[in-house]
């Protein structure tokens, strides 16, 4: 079955602190495409950082950086400097397969960045 | 920069009644994606659409749903006859070229009553 799991359903850290959000996937195929998103209380769901599995090098976007682990099957999310406008969900999401069409989401972790 | 819109934002409806949902996506987008929310837990994938006709759907798109693009621009997602189940915030999405990469609408949020 190709699922994600975010073993995570609650972080909080202080404002300024680094975060570390844990996602793992199933999936048996080499080629398929990692993401996470961002979910603030308004419910828009906000593309936050991508992750090819072809490529080695790890993605950075800002302060967002992962670490994609294709052996283990790991895509964490390393949030620097954490701001209060970090809080949010953010939910882990990959399509599992070249070609498919559908994004197949984690139950997300509520993070709370306290000042 | 471009964004997905989606009206209305919050619809209510009773039980049994049709309701239409409506995306605009950016204008360059090719592929068309409907998801949903039921509240508090994980996003669930409901059908792709491209070059005007579905690509993909999952179990939860049934005889109910439909999507369509009427005038070559907004997008739609029709369910026929509300059951009190189908509460929760429906996401549009689109992407440019490769499906891989998606923008999401803000959502609507509709109550079965």
């Known amino acids: 079955a190709q699922t994600v799991t975010q073993s995570q359903p609650e972080m909080s850290v202080q404002e300024a602190e680094t975060v570390t959000l844990s996602c793992t996937y199933d999936t048996s195929e080499n080629n398929y495409y990692l993401f996470w998103y961002k979910q603030p209380p308004s419910r828009q769901m906000i593309l936050v950082i991508r992750q090819e599995a072809y490529k080695q090098q790890n993605a950075t976007e800002n302060r967002f950086s992962v670490n994609f682990q294709k052996a283990a099957k790991s895509f964490s999310l390393k949030i620097s400097d954490s701001q209060l406008g970090d809080t949010a969900m953010y939910f882990c999401a990959f399509i599992p397969f070249q070609g498919a069409q559908k994004l197949v989401f984690g139950q997300g972790t509520r993070l709370t960045i306290n000042p | 920069e471009p964004e997905v819109t989606q009206t209305p934002s919050h619809q209510v409806t009773q039980m049994g009644q049709e309701v239409i949902l409506r995306c605009v996506p950016i204008s360059n987008h090719l592929y068309f994606y409907w998801y949903r929310q039921i509240l508090g837990q994980k996003v669930e994938f409901l059908v792709s659409?491209?070059?005007?006709?579905?690509?993909?759907k999952s179990e939860i798109f049934d005889d109910q749903f439909s999507v369509e693009r009427p005038d070559g621009s907004n997008f739609t997602l029709k369910i026929r006859s509300t059951k009190l189940e189908d509460s929760a915030m429906y996401f549009c999405?689109?992407?440019?070229?490769?499906?891989?990469?998606?923008?999401f609408g803000p959502g609507t949020r509709l109550t079965v009553t």
């Open positions: 659409f491209y070059n005007n006709e579905i690509s993909e």
């Open positions: 999405a689109n992407s440019q070229n490769a499906p891989y990469e998606q923008y």
